[in-house]
C-alpha cells in the first residue's frame, strides 16, 4: 500500500501540476515509484526481465520533468536495464530521441473537450431519444463521492463480477477492480428503476469545482476508469452513463474527459500492428472501439511508444504480457541523487 509520506507528495503534486490520463494508476499497487531527487516529479513502471516499462509521461513541472528522465535513464543504464514508455505523448519526444530512443505511434487518446459538448441539433438526436428513453423508463443518474459503505462496494463488486464473466482483468496500462482502490475515486452510476445500481464508471481526477476555491492554471479532467454493466442493462447503457457524465462534468467546469486511447488508431506502422495483434491482442477489437469513442466526438492526442532501437518485437511482447497478467503488489519508491551529465549523453548503443 502506499505509505502517508508518499501519499502527501503525490497529492502535493497533482495539486500543483494536474492530474494526468494515467495518474489514477498509481494506486493499483502494481507499479514501482521512481521520484526525481528533488521528489518534484514522479514515473511508475514495472520491472519484466531485463526491462523496465514506464506508463506514461512523468507527473511533474517540466523542467523536473526532463531531469527525471534522465535520471530514470542514467539508472536503467547503470542497472543493466533497458527503458521502456509506453503511452507517452508527444512533448518529450524530442528529449527521448536525443537519449538516443526511437519512437512509434500506437494509438490516440480520446479527449471529450467538455466546454464544448453538447447534445443539440441532428447528429446527436440518436443519443437525446436514448437518454429520454432510459429517463422515463425510471432510469436515473448519479455521482457518489468516497467513502463508500460496504453494501455500496458489495454491490459494485458484484456488478463487475457480472460483467466480468469469462474474461479476465487487465492491469498496468488500465485499472481493474478492487475495493481499496475504486474507494479512491468518485463513481458515476445508473440507478434502474428499482432503484438499484446497474452501472458505473471509476472517475479519476481533480475535485469537482465547488469542493475547490480557485481555478488551477491547468486543465481541470477527468479520466474514465472502470466500466461495468449488469446483464439486465438495456441497449444504449454505457451511452448514457457517459453522456450523462459529460454534461456533469461540464456543470461542475471541468475542461476535459479523457476516455482512455483506441489502440492502433490512425498508426501506419504496419509491424507494430502485427505485433500487437500476435502477442494476446487477437481478439482485441481495435475498430470498434475507437469508433465508439468517436461516437462522442473527441479530440484524439496522439500516443507514442518510446524504446531503444532495435528492441521493438521483445518490447511489445512484454508490454503485453504485463497488461494481461496484472498483479497485486505493493509498490517501491527508489529515490536517486543527481547523475553527472556525462552519463545522460548517449546511454544506449545504436543500433539499426
Keep these: 500500500m502506499i505509505d502517508n509520506l508518499s501519499e502527501k507528495r503525490i497529492k502535493s503534486l497533482l495539486k500543483s501540476c494536474g492530474h494526468h490520463s494515467h495518474s489514477h494508476l498509481y494506486y493499483l499497487n502494481d507499479k514501482e515509484w521512481f521520484w526525481d531527487s528533488k521528489y518534484e516529479s514522479l ?25 527525471l528522465i534522465e535520471q530514470f535513464i542514467a539508472s536503467c543504464k547503470k542497472d543493466k536495464k533497458i527503458p521502456v514508455f509506453y503511452q507517452t505523448k508527444s512533448a518529450y ?47 436515473t443518474f448519479e455521482v457518489l463521492q468516497p467513502p463508500y459503505s460496504n453494501s455500496l462496494l458489495n454491490r459494485l463488486q458484484a456488478i463487475s463480477d457480472e460483467w466480468l464473466a469469462k474474461r479476465k482483468e487487465k492491469g498496468f496500462s488500465v485499472g481493474f477492480f478492487s475495493k481499496s482502490y475504486i474507494s479512491q475515486f468518485p463513481i458515476a452510476v445508473l440507478v434502474g428503476p428499482d432503484g438499484n445500481y446497474e452501472a458505473f464508471v471509476s472517475i479519476a481526477g481533480e475535485r469537482p469545482h465547488s469542493e475547490t476555491t480557485n481555478k488551477p492554471a491547468f486543465s481541470r ?132
Design 43 to 67: 514515473l511508475v513502471y514495472r520491472s519484466v526481465g531485463n526491462r523496465r516499462i514506464v506508463l506514461g509521461d512523468p507527473l511533474g513541472k517540466p523542467s523536473s520533468v526532463k531531469l
Design 93 to 139: 519526444l524530442p528529449l527521448y530521441h536525443d537519449l538516443g530512443l526511437k519512437s512509434t505511434k500506437v494509438g490516440e487518446e480520446a479527449q471529450v473537450e467538455l466546454a464544448n459538448f453538447h447534445l443539440k441539433g441532428k447528429p446527436w438526436l440518436k443519443l437525446r431519444n436514448r437518454i429520454s428513453k432510459f429517463q422515463r423508463n425510471g432510469f
Design 221 to 352: 479532467r477527468i479520466t474514465v476508469d472502470l466500466m461495468r454493466y449488469t446483464n439486465a442493462c438495456p441497449h444504449g447503457t454505457m451511452d448514457v452513463l457517459f453522456v450523462s457524465l459529460f454534461l456533469w462534468a461540464k456543470d461542475k467546469s471541468y475542461d476535459v474527459c479523457s476516455l482512455g486511447i483506441a489502440p492502433l488508431a490512425n498508426v501506419k506502422d504496419h509491424l507494430l500492428a502485427k505485433l500487437l495483434y500476435r502477442y494476446g491482442c487477437k481478439l482485441y477489437n481495435f475498430k470498434g472501439l475507437y469508433e465508439y469513442k468517436n461516437k462522442f466526438a473527441p479530440h484524439w492526442e496522439e500516443v507514442y511508444f518510446v524504446y531503444p532501437p532495435g528492441t521493438l518485437p521483445l518490447n511489445v511482447a512484454l508490454l503485453s504480457l504485463i497488461i494481461h497478467r496484472p498483479k497485486d503488489r505493493t509498490h517501491k519508491h527508489k529515490q536517486i541523487a543527481l547523475s553527472p551529465a556525462a552519463e545522460m549523453d548517449s546511454p544506449f548503443e545504436k543500433r539499426a
